[in-house]
């Protein structure tokens, strides 16, 4: 007998099957590549400054450097691992296997590296490995060794290491799965911890408060590591202990609610849910008075602006461990829990600048204009279904727009419009900021239809590449001598006033937050109307088949063109707050790479999800700019996030529900139906009483 396949059947002589060991090794050597490729791209080196734990003198006891090779090994070794891989083996010896094999990988790496670099007694002319890989140096073999070693030495330190660590990744397999999360929850929240002190030490200090225990010189104290894993660790066992609810809870009360009386009587909400809700909108009112005391520039104590940051971290987790008891019950989502969790998230958000600064405040500025990009480019690639490349046209569409009417050196106020060159500048622009954004929007709106007109008929890689060709013919005629006097060329435009009233200085990075801050709101508004109103649904049939659609009575060219608009519109927002933000606009903000970043922003966090988009732009903007080691390397992350991904959850970190569904239809079945026949339960098609083996 053969496999089958879709179309025939394969004899069983042609099928290539690999053994469990061959399997464990070259998983093995992908490791040692990965830990090569490390070291040889200058990532060790460079992350080895990065202190993650301290001793009491401020010196390093650990660094970023070794947690990334640490965490590849181990890493691995949970995947050789797993039932699929190791077959008959152990977990903890198919884990060793792997980790043996890249760390002899590493280790001949390491030996040759060391050959090939010329020592201090070298004759000249001698090889220098160093010539040609720059970031082969000494220092690097001493990093990874911790010290100066000989070959024999390094080797058998490097494959035994390797071993023991491969082992450790397998042998989380043979742990509860809540103990096993635990774990894994407390050493990334002690890892995250100690990579943000650059933000969280300076912002505790200003507030007056003294975590030398925690923190001291760029890492965590060995005291602050203990304890916050111990937290972690705790934490999160008891929010695993959430998933089952524990047995006769729903006749106690405690996590069931009451059933309504009548059909359209709406069960009384529990204490803890109504006191969590309470929670979350005091936490809200709270902060919008310290946001609203902030504009008068008004002095806090660090106690109070902590105190209010309690409240809405305690409403928001509050609210999403009820939630999460709720959902493992199986009852439907509480009204009362969605409000708490959306307040207190509110809370937070609003309170951040006054509590983090000037840093913290243009950081997630940058992610607020990414949030708005990703939620126009959402509308065409997430509920049409349309692949567009060329989305930096709609973004420079809007910052060029507020850019001539708002400038000081625009062609609408002096002889010659220009950039840097112009020094006549007038005393004012056209007009200000707000009579320019719906301009802007109106603009960006006509672009849209132009630039979707052409390309109604194609579909797939096609729309992509003529979307791409739009996109930089844009770009080419921004930098072109023809559009020179009005763009400024390659010299762009600047002088660019800021956003009335000036009494609020909307530049400062702080108050300029806030605005964004509610255009996001806004456009997450209007993205989560349109998918639930018949226009929604009328793309998403376009989205899933064109020609089932068209027969079906959609008009598909008038949906195609309205994905256009209104992605457009949304673009062009986060165009002109980025004008407004740094005061000039110049052609090289607006290449290709923006829409790349902005589309693995939505695929990252999940195509059609407003909040996917939020996560995404968070793990791919704010991420990289809270920490600053991750710069130098920002697209070399952005790729392996995206394979990571790609590999793990293919549709997204907080998925739409519809496509989700898509991707894992026949996996979710297949779990519904194990629950319903599990228990000797019965289902369609079963005899009460009757268990089955599996789906028909």
Same mark, same amino acid.
């Given at each position: ?35 090569? #490729? ?35 090994? /181990? ?101 509860? *799965?809540?103990?096993?999360?635990? &774990? ?42 203990? &304890? ?40 009384? *909400? ?60 199986? &009852?439907? !989502? ?18 951040? *600048? ?265 793990? /791919? ?33 907080? !998925? ?16 519904? #139906? ?23």
């Amino acid at each position: 007998m053969g496999e089958t396949t879709g179309t025939f059947d394969v004899p069983e002589s042609a099928v290539r099957r690999q053994s469990p060991l061959r399997r464990t090794v070259t998983l093995g050597l992908i490791a040692g590549a990965v830990l090569v #490729y490390l070291a040889l791209t200058g990532i060790v080196e460079r992350f080895h400054g990065r202190n993650l734990i301290t001793d009491a003198g401020g010196e390093g006891i650990f660094q970023l450097s070794r947690a990334m090779l640490i965490a590849t090994v /181990l890493i691995a070794g949970w995947a050789a691992s797993s039932q699929k891989r190791r077959g008959s083996m152990s977990p903890v010896s198919a884990g060793g296997l792997m980790g043996l094999v890249a760390g002899a990988l590493l280790g001949l790496t390491v030996i040759v590296m060391g050959a090939l670099l010329p020592g201090p007694d070298a004759p000249e002319g001698a090889v220098d490995v160093g010539e040609i890989l720059v970031s082969v140096v000494p220092v690097l073999i001493e990093t990874i060794l911790f010290g100066d070693r000989g070959a024999v030495t390094a080797f058998l330190i490097l494959t035994v290491s390797g071993g023991a660590l491969g082992a450790l990744g397998g042998s989380l397999r043979m742990l509860q *799965p809540r103990i096993r999360r635990a &774990l894994v929850t407390a050493l990334l929240s002690t890892l995250v911890l100690s990579m943000l002190e650059p933000i969280l030490r300076p912002v505790v200090t200003n507030l007056g408060f003294d975590i030398r225990w925690l923190y001291l010189r760029g890492g965590l104290t060995i005291l602050g590591a203990v &304890l916050t894993f111990a937290v972690s660790a705790a934490s999160a066992w008891l929010w695993a202990g959430l998933e089952a609810p524990p047995r006769g809870a729903a006749d106690r009360g405690t996590t069931a609610r009451p059933a309504p009386r009548d059909a359209g009587e709406r069960p009384a *909400p529990p204490t803890a849910e109504t006191a969590i809700q309470w929670l979350g909108i005091g936490g809200l009112v709270a902060s919008i008075v310290i946001v609203a005391l902030a504009f008068a520039d008004s002095e806090f104590q660090g106690s109070v602006l902590l105190a209010i940051l309690a409240v809405c971290m305690a409403a928001t987790i509050g609210a999403a461990a009820l939630g999460r008891r709720a959902k493992a019950a199986s &009852l439907p !989502p509480s009204p009362t829990l969605r409000i708490g969790l959306v307040t207190g998230a509110i809370g937070l958000f609003l309170i951040l *600048p006054t509590i983090g600064g000037p840093n913290v405040s243009n950081i997630f500025g940058n992610v607020g204009l990414y949030i708005l990009l990703g939620l126009g480019l959402n509308i065409v690639v997430g509920y049409a279904g349309l692949l567009d490349l060329g989305y930096v046209a709609f973004f420079a569409t809007g910052a060029y727009t507020i850019a001539i009417f708002t400038s000081r050196a625009s062609f609408l106020v002096v002889e010659t419009g220009g950039g840097v060159q112009q020094l006549n500048y007038a005393e004012t622009g056209a007009t200000n900021f707000w009579v320019a954004l719906p301009i802007a929007v109106i603009i960006s709106v006509v672009a849209g239809i132009l630039i979707g007109a052409p390309v109604l008929r194609l579909r797939g890689d096609y729309l992509a590449i003529v979307t791409l060709g739009f996109g930089e013919i844009i770009r080419t005629l921004v930098l072109s001598r023809w559009l020179e006097r009005w763009l400024g060329g390659a010299q762009g435009i600047i002088q660019i006033e800021a956003p009335p009233p000036s009494a609020l200085n909307l530049r400062d990075p702080e108050r300029l937050y806030y605005l964004i801050f509610i255009f996001v709101a806004i456009a997450a508004f209007v993205s989560y109307r349109l998918v639930n109103a018949r226009v929604g649904r009328a793309w998403a049939a376009m989205r899933e088949d064109e020609s089932v659609a068209e027969s079906m009575g959609i008009s598909v060219i008038k949906y195609k063109l309205l994905a256009f608009a209104m992605g457009a519109a949304v673009g062009s927002l986060g165009g002109a707050f980025f004008t407004a933000k740094i005061g000039s606009v110049f052609p090289s903000s607006f290449i290709l790479i923006v829409s790349i970043n902005v589309l693995a922003v939505i695929v990252i966090g999940g195509m059609g999800s407003i909040p996917g988009v939020m996560v995404g732009s968070f793990v /791919l903007v704010g991420l990289p700019d809270l920490l600053r080691e991750m710069a130098e390397y920002r697209y070399l992350f952005y790729g392996a996030i995206l394979v990571a991904i790609m590999i793990a959850k293919p549709e997204g970190l907080l !998925p739409n529900v519809r496509r989700r569904r898509d991707l894992h239809g026949v996996e979710l079945e297949e779990e519904q #139906y194990e629950e319903r026949i599990g228990a000797g339960g019965t289902g369609p098609g079963l005899e009460p009483g009757i268990k089955d083996e599996g789906p028909h």
